[in-house]
């Protein structure tokens, strides 16, 4: 039996993911030198978890009031501080959860460090020099994150999982999903192709909905596409604008693109290999159960991975037309 083994994959990923149809949006926090003060900046996402409360740490003290902005997007906090060195001494963010956050540091020789923190790590010590590995891991980690939080995507390579068959097949159909997500990717980055987020959240939905819907034709009729690598590739090049919003929301610097663009392309592809890995071990795992035995399924256990893939697809594309259009 293929389907139920497939299903409690789907079932499981959906119920482990870390995020809602889309990961949230990072911290940001910024200092840098402005007169006899350092300025900073604190931006926090409009949307996020529940009683979420982020606290800066410098080694600062305030020489007034914090000045407080909102908008539709993110919410923002400026302080004017009298800081001590900034080289070694920690700076970052407390309070995150599950969101990281961007630590950027315009030093006053000019120099600018960046790194991502998190929960288990919510400080970073500034050094007096930034490797290029560093960059290239932080960003790896940023785009890994954002692959594994966003459930409309990590759907998407298991849709393609579903529906492609013959493993040749579906290696190329991966590929291609690859292919296309990395050129919109970097075309977004780079400032050669932008669209709206708008109309590219609710294009993803609706490519899980179309996903859903081949996965759900009869067993007699032949479910793939013609050139599933097409379908694979056209549909990745939307998801690649969606994945550049993960970057371009971190803030990145002139001289850091090139490193971070690679860092957070390899971060995504790592996370696609193991999102695909844990489907079929997941996939192998229930096939050893009894009630995956019967080499027959009944009619509505075929259909229930396009059902659950679908119904979720038709909710986010209720919710984002929603957000977009209202």
């Not at 013609?226 to 970057?247: D, I, S, V």
């Amino acid at each position: 039996m293929r389907w139920l083994p497939l299903l409690v994959a789907i079932v499981v990923v959906a119920m482990t993911s870390t995020a809602q149809a889309h990961p949230l949006a990072p911290v940001v926090l910024q200092l840098g030198e402005e007169g006899d003060a350092v300025v900073a900046t604190l931006k926090e996402p409009a949307v996020r978890p529940r009683g979420a409360i982020y606290t800066p740490v410098w080694p600062c003290e305030p020489l007034a009031d914090p000045e407080r902005q909102a908008t539709d997007e993110a919410r923002l906090t400026r302080y004017r501080l009298r800081c001590d060195a900034l080289v070694g001494s920690a700076v970052g963010v407390t309070g995150l959860g599950g969101v990281t956050a961007v630590v950027r540091v315009e030093l006053p020789s000019g120099r600018v460090h960046q790194a991502l923190v998190d929960a288990d790590h919510p400080t970073i010590t500034i050094p007096p020099a930034s490797p290029a590995g560093e960059v290239v891991a932080d960003y790896a980690l940023l785009g890994m994150r954002h692959l594994l939080a966003g459930l409309d995507h990590v759907l998407f390579v298991v849709g393609l999982m579903l529906l492609v068959r013959g493993r040749r097949r579906l290696v190329v159909a991966l590929t291609a999903f690859t292919l296309g997500h990395s050129i919109t990717l970097g075309a977004a980055v780079l400032g050669l192709a932008r669209l709206p987020a708008g109309p590219i959240e609710l294009g993803i939905a609706l490519s899980l909905v179309l996903l859903a819907l081949q996965i759900a034709r009869p067993r007699n009729e032949d479910r793939t596409p013609r050139r599933p690598w097409l379908f694979a590739l056209t549909f990745g090049l939307l998801h690649g604008f969606g994945f550049a919003g993960g970057l371009t929301e971190a803030g990145l610097l002139a001289h850091d693109v090139p490193l971070a663009l690679l860092g957070f392309n390899l971060g995504v592809e790592l996370g696609q290999l193991a999102v695909v890995l844990a489907a079929w071990l997941l996939a192998a795992l229930a096939g050893r159960l009894p009630l995956c035995a019967h080499k027959r399924s009944p009619a509505w256990l075929r259909l229930a991975p396009s059902y659950l893939i679908g119904s979720l697809a038709v909710m986010w594309c209720f919710e984002r037309a929603a957000a977009w259009l209202g």
